[in-house]
């Protein structure tokens, strides 16, 4: 199979700056970027979508656990020492909890990949 491309320097230039130049948005490659392109892996959809689920998950089991295991004692006086603590200490311990849970599910799906 002869190539059209030329060895010489100069003229591989020439040839390719010719080429480039051209209104064609296609450069025979004799199928060379298609058998690429078959071979790569499908992309899957939705990594955003399912970061979110995960979180939107997280949240409600959170807030179901508070709403149906029966709080002791102990938990009365942390939510009373809680509401001692200034407000933006607890707003920084959030977001900390926050960016860490992220994180992790980011991290978890990323690894699904």
């Given at each position: 199979m002869k190539s059209d491309i030329p060895?010489?320097?100069h003229e591989l230039d020439a040839w390719l700056s010719q080429t480039?130049?051209?209104?064609?948005?296609?450069?025979d490659d004799a199928g060379f970027t298609d058998a690429v392109m078959h071979r790569l892996p499908v992309r899957r959809a939705g990594r955003l979508s399912r970061v979110l689920w995960v979180l939107l998950m997280a949240g409600l089991a959170g807030l179901l656990a508070l709403v149906?295991?029966?709080?002791?004692?102990?938990?009365?006086?942390?939510?009373?020492?809680?509401l001692a603590t200034p407000l933006t200490a607890l707003i920084?311990?959030?977001?900390?909890?926050?960016?860490?849970?992220?994180?992790?599910?980011?991290?978890?799906?990323?690894?699904?990949?």
């Open positions: 060895n010489d320097e480039l130049q051209r209104n064609s948005d296609h450069i149906l295991i029966p709080a002791p004692t102990w938990a009365y006086a942390l939510a009373g020492a809680l920084q311990v959030g977001l900390l909890a926050m960016a860490v849970l992220v994180a992790g599910a980011s991290y978890w799906v990323w690894q699904e990949d």
